[in-house]
T-cell receptor, first 113, second 111 residues
Framework: DQQVKQNSPSLSVQEGRISILNCDYT??????FLWYKKYPAEGPTFLIS?????DKNEDGRFTVFLNKSAKHLSLHIVPSQPGDSAVYFC????????????FGTGTSLTVIP | DAGITQSPRHKVTETGTPVTLRCHQT?????MYWYRQDPGHGLRLIHY???????DKGEVSDGYSVSRSKTEDFLLTLESATSSQTSVYFC??????????FGDGTRLSIL
């Protein structure tokens, strides 16, 4: 049973515009959320995280929003660049239950020059 | 990346043979993990370790075993490989409450 879901397998965006990637989770005990970026033939790279005590975290062009009542988080990339083209995974963890992370199935982002 | 080395990077083997994948870290992180990545499934946890000789099962542990005799090494063993275990395997490391950092993966093909 998938506890973290990314319902959009792919997304295409024009360069310079905003990319919005979405993620839903089912476990209300999750309190730590992360986004990873993955290029082909490489391992996932940590991008940004957010704790459940916050509803927004920003790092340069990347912002993660958390809506706990809806069990939903999103990653905004502004402005999008061709180098952002990759697969993005969201992940979640219950910090009170060990250090296990649950991953979504990924969204493949293509930024069109 | 983050002092993680996976070996081998690629392997082709036959059904029924034993296979061992190695993950080596130089970061002295407490936790180590093995995942597999398959189309439509994302990253699924196979086993993880929270210390030397301390391991636990993940969601897809059947057919796999692990060992951690030193902080820096985490081994994943397929005792008798099956075609369903063809996948890309990733090792990850972390400290409590911190993001995981991943190796570059091992592409395993079982014919």
């Amino acid at each position: 049973d998938q506890q973290v879901k990314q319902n959009s397998p792919s997304l295409s965006v024009q360069e310079g515009r905003i990319s919005i990637l979405n993620c839903d989770y089912t476990n209300s005990m999750f309190d730590y959320f992360l986004w990873y970026k993955k290029y082909p033939a490489e391992g996932p790279t940590f991008l940004i995280s957010i704790s459940s005590i916050k509803d927004k975290n920003e790092d340069g062009r990347f912002t993660v929003f958390l809506n706990k009542s809806a069990k939903h988080l999103s990653l905004h990339i502004v402005p999008s660049q061709p180098g952002d083209s990759a697969v993005y995974f969201c992940a979640a963890s219950d910090s009170g239950a060990g250090n296990q992370f649950y991953f979504g199935t990924g969204t493949s982002l293509t930024v069109i020059p | 990346d983050a002092g993680i080395t996976q070996s081998p990077r690629h392997k082709v083997t036959e059904t029924g043979t034993p296979v061992t994948l190695r993950c080596h870290q130089t970061e002295n992180h407490r936790y180590m993990y093995w995942y597999r990545q398959d189309p439509g499934h994302g990253l699924r946890l196979i086993h993880y370790s929270y210390g030397v000789k301390d391991t636990d099962k993940g969601e897809v542990s059947d057919g796999y075993s692990v060992s951690r005799s030193k902080t820096e090494d985490f081994l994943l063993t397929l005792e008798s490989a099956t075609s369903s275990q063809t996948s890309v395997y990733f090792c990850a490391i972390s400290d409590p409450g911190q993001p995981q950092h991943f190796g570059d993966g091992t592409r395993l093909s079982i014919l």
